[in-house]
């Protein structure tokens, strides 16, 4: 028998339960059980802790076959426990390293009914704040081991299950389960700590409670919080079941009930604007309901004044009260706000737009961009050229930098950035299309569509991933990038593995296109004469064998021998080999001189004719390595600075574990495999057979076909397959947050000034 069990209700959290896992599983402790209950979750949950379960025999899987809410999936779990304690933890947080030894030490020492430990809040920008658990045991000068009616104030803890664990037993013999609807923690987390005749504090971050910017339940507004009122009849009830040990408390449980619903009433996350009446007549009968206990005295200051409206239920003067000082505060917030002027030029082109957003949307006009408007390619290409076969209803208009235009095929309609057309084509299409974002400027109109294609399947920390990293940090206004990535009406996936990084990555509220990647479809549907065409295209010769060489870009400070030195490299293979290199669009280095052998194809205007003519694919950290294993031939990964690039950005994917072939970190070392033919060796193939299986399942040559019908056409993605034999994926190494009383949200939104430059390359959107 374990000593500690761990419950583990997972529903919709594919983003955030791989952490969680590895938080619990990966701690040197071993002497624990995990119970993850699959409540029936719709995404790739089920999948994840199947894999998880196959690894490791301490973890068991319950998988529903309906969802049943978090209270009962708690109960099912517990139903399987074989453990002394018991500890329910919520799957999208994650456990703090150590701090298995360190409950085990404490419960196996002091022998609790109830073990309390202490959290942090986490938000999505990395921000963390301690709870007050710490100035409420020092406030008390707790002993180690207490009742609560020694120490009536430690009701005041945070009623949750998850800061608590229980011994088995004791939740046996008191009859303790949770109930279904929102706020099931309310009628447990009291009643657990008037029964304890062992209660014990451990003053240590045990778990990080994650602040999701959206998906949470708990930060939805609905109906469905007026529920809590349904909680505290339950508790009131389970009150009155125990009996004379809990009458001392229940002057504390009112109050700690108007606490709480004033906090969800005052929270627009929570409880609308247009449901604010009925939710504080709710609270006014509920006030009523359980008549303020002998004792009861009301707080000082405004929430006394709170106390008194809701009682006399008097919502006008509640409102009134709250619409003052919601004034006083942005009246104090415009005037320390200081304006930075703006260019002549740039108000009349913004009222020009801002006049064209108020005329009627064009339903059949969509504007597409690649790259900010670098030419016309990617995967906005792909959606296009297929709308125009599957909806040709529907007009499609390129934005493209100055200069750019002679890049874009003839017949294809584009408009210059920055000029009034283009200005009027944002403001009246209904349809957007880049596979980065468009400039934070441009509002999304009601009934409009932003698609976000994106470009490439994720090897390093992306989005709000690169806060954990030195190189996404730097210069990075993180809540900016994510206002134009809530945007999003659709984002595009290639597969299981990005679904998951996305919806951490950019936790915004678009649907998840998991159809493979459009432009790719080149790729699968490719025949000898496109090969053979290609080639031409870029100058290879019958015979040649090509070595397409495409590395990623460094947004850090990188030695020279970083990047291959391709001259060097290229005299040291077979006369017949011919290096194409192709480096990031945002990185124009290139160590290759003249060198005869070296064909530079950075401005070649298809990446695609690169992979279809090379025969041998050299890459680091770069997505190419994704789209090329489309082709199923040889892939080397040459990852000189692996570990720098890995402290410094971050990384998903460990390329030499679980890259598509051969790999190599010194320049020796990649010759070598060249010499000997490790590239195209039966070891590198399984390893690329491997890679495919995980990653290019749904490139089929119909992923963009997939995306029209549904963008534009209206029609639900069909079933597709799920991916092959998962591999473990490492996530970033799990760290010790250090812990500040700071939980300031978002940074300061852009000043005008800046909304107005052009939306330029941003490192959180770089593949």
């Known amino acids: 028998m374990p000593l500690l069990s761990i419950v583990l209700p997972v529903y919709r959290v594919q983003a955030y339960l791989r952490e969680c896992l590895d938080s619990i599983l990966q701690q040197p402790f071993r002497d624990v059980e995990v119970i993850a209950v699959n409540d029936c979750s719709p995404d790739h949950c089920g999948a994840i802790l199947d894999e998880y379960a196959a690894r490791d025999s301490r973890l068991r899987v319950v998988h529903l076959a309906e969802n049943v809410g978090l209270g009962e999936a708690r109960n099912v779990g517990m139903r399987h426990v074989t453990g002394e304690y018991v500890w329910f933890v919520d799957s999208d947080d994650w456990i703090a390293p150590g701090a298995l030894a360190a409950v085990a030490d404490r419960l196996r020492s002091v022998d609790p009914d109830v073990l309390v430990v202490d959290y942090a809040k986490v938000w999505w920008n990395n921000k963390s704040r301690r709870s007050k658990l710490s100035n409420l045991v020092r406030d008390e000068a707790l002993p180690r081991v207490f009742t609560l009616a020694e120490y009536p104030n430690m009701i005041k803890l945070f009623h949750v299950a998850w800061n608590k664990i229980f011994r088995r037993d004791f939740l046996v013999r008191n009859e303790i389960s949770f109930p279904g609807g929102l706020y099931e923690d309310v009628p447990v987390g009291y009643p657990v700590l008037i029964l304890a005749d062992r209660i014990t504090v451990l003053e240590r971050v045990c778990i990080y409670y994650r602040q999701r910017r959206q998906g949470a339940i708990t930060s939805t507004p609905g109906y469905r919080h007026f529920e809590v009122f349904d909680q505290y009849d339950r508790l009131f009830s389970v009150l009155d079941g125990i009996g004379e040990r809990a009458a001392p408390f229940r002057r504390l449980v009112f109050e700690r009930m108007m606490y709480q619903c004033l906090l969800v009433l005052e929270n627009p996350d929570r409880v609308a604007t247009s449901q604010q009446r009925a939710f504080f007549h709710g609270l006014a009968k509920a006030f009523a309901r359980h008549v303020p206990p002998e004792g009861y005295s009301k707080p000082d200051g405004r929430e006394r004044v709170k106390h008194l409206l809701v009682a006399r239920g008097a919502f006008a003067v509640w409102l009134v009260m709250r619409v003052l000082f919601g004034l006083r505060r942005k009246i104090e917030t415009k005037v320390t706000r200081v304006k930075r002027k703006v260019r002549l030029r740039s108000r009349l082109r913004m009222r020009y737009y801002r006049y064209h957003v108020r005329r009627p949307m064009d339903e059949n006009l969509a504007v597409f961009s690649m790259y900010w408007g670098k030419g016309y390619g990617c995967n906005p290409r792909a959606v296009y050229e297929k709308m125009t076969e599957l909806a040709p209803g529907v007009r499609g208009v390129w934005e493209v930098k100055r200069g750019q235009e002679r890049s874009v095929p003839p017949g294809v309609e584009t408009v210059t950035i920055?000029?009034?057309?283009?200005?009027?084509?944002?403001?009246?299409?209904?349809?957007?299309?880049?596979?980065?974002?468009?400039?934070?400027?441009?509002?999304?109109?009601?009934?409009?569509?932003?698609?976000?294609?994106?470009?490439?399947?994720?090897?390093?920390?992306?989005?709000?991933?690169?806060?954990?990293?030195?190189?996404?940090?730097?210069?990075?206004?993180?809540?900016?990038?994510?206002?134009?990535?809530?945007?999003?009406?659709?984002?595009?996936?290639?597969?299981?593995?990005?679904?998951?990084?996305?919806?951490?990555?950019?936790?915004?509220?678009?649907?998840?296109?998991?159809?493979?990647?459009?432009?790719?479809?080149?790729?699968?549907?490719?025949?000898?004469?496109?090969?053979?065409?290609?080639?031409?295209?870029?100058?290879?010769?019958?015979?040649?064998?090509?070595?397409?060489?495409?590395?990623?870009?460094?947004?850090?400070?990188?030695?020279?021998?970083?990047?291959?030195?391709?001259?060097?490299?290229?005299?040291?293979?077979?006369?017949?080999?011919?290096?194409?290199?192709?480096?990031?669009?945002?990185?124009?280095?290139?160590?290759?001189?003249?060198?005869?052998?070296?064909?530079?194809?950075?401005?070649?205007?298809?990446?695609?004719?690169?992979?279809?003519?090379?025969?041998?694919?050299?890459?680091?950290?770069?997505?190419?390595?994704?789209?090329?294993?489309?082709?199923?031939?040889?892939?080397?990964?040459?990852?000189?600075?692996?570990?720098?690039?890995?402290?410094?950005?971050?990384?998903?994917?460990?390329?030499?574990?679980?890259?598509?072939?051969?790999?190599?970190?010194?320049?020796?070392?990649?010759?070598?495999?060249?010499?000997?033919?490790?590239?195209?060796?039966?070891?590198?193939?399984?390893?690329?057979?491997?890679?495919?299986?995980?990653?290019?399942?749904?490139?089929?040559?119909?992923?963009?076909?997939?995306?029209?019908?549904?963008?534009?056409?209206?029609?639900?993605?069909?079933?597709?397959?799920?991916?092959?034999?998962?591999?473990?994926?490492?996530?970033?190494?799990?760290?010790?947050?250090?812990?500040?009383?700071?939980?300031?949200?978002?940074?300061?939104?852009p000043t005008v000034e800046d909304q107005l430059r052009p939306a330029e390359e941003h490192p959180a959107l770089v593949d």
């Open 418 to 749: 920055g000029t009034l057309p283009h200005y009027r084509a944002l403001a009246r299409a209904k349809y957007l299309v880049s596979n980065v974002n468009y400039p934070g400027w441009v509002r999304k109109r009601p009934g409009a569509v932003h698609l976000s294609t994106n470009h490439g399947t994720p090897v390093k920390a992306m989005g709000v991933d690169q806060l954990k990293f030195p190189a996404g940090i730097r210069g990075m206004n993180m809540s900016w990038l994510l206002k134009r990535c809530d945007r999003w009406t659709y984002s595009i996936s290639p597969n299981a593995y990005t679904t998951e990084i996305w919806e951490r990555a950019y936790p915004c509220g678009y649907e998840t296109l998991e159809v493979g990647y459009p432009r790719n479809d080149v790729l699968a549907n490719a025949t000898e004469q496109d090969v053979a065409e290609a080639r031409e295209r870029l100058g290879l010769k019958p015979g040649q064998l090509a070595v397409a060489y495409l590395p990623t870009y460094r947004d850090y400070e990188f030695g020279s021998d970083a990047l291959l030195n391709v001259g060097r490299f290229a005299d040291q293979l077979s006369p017949e080999t011919v290096l194409l290199v192709r480096v990031h669009h945002f990185d124009r280095t290139i160590v290759a001189g003249d060198h005869p052998r070296v064909i530079d194809v950075c401005d070649h205007p298809r990446v695609e004719d690169i992979y279809l003519a090379a025969d041998v694919l050299i890459t680091d950290y770069s997505s190419v390595m994704f789209d090329y294993a489309v082709l199923d031939r040889p892939l080397v990964i040459f990852a000189a600075d692996w570990e720098t690039y890995r402290a410094n950005r971050g990384a998903y994917l460990d390329v030499f574990a679980e890259g598509p072939g051969a790999a190599a970190r010194t320049e020796e070392e990649l010759v070598e495999l060249f010499r000997s033919g490790a590239v195209f060796g039966e070891q590198a193939t399984v390893a690329r057979k491997v890679f495919r299986e995980r990653f290019c399942y749904l490139d089929d040559g119909h992923a963009s076909e997939r995306v029209v019908r549904r963008v534009f056409l209206n029609e639900p993605v069909p079933a597709l397959p799920a991916s092959g034999a998962v591999p473990v994926v490492p996530t970033e190494q799990l760290q010790e947050f250090r812990v500040v009383e700071d939980d300031s949200q978002p940074q300061e939104p």
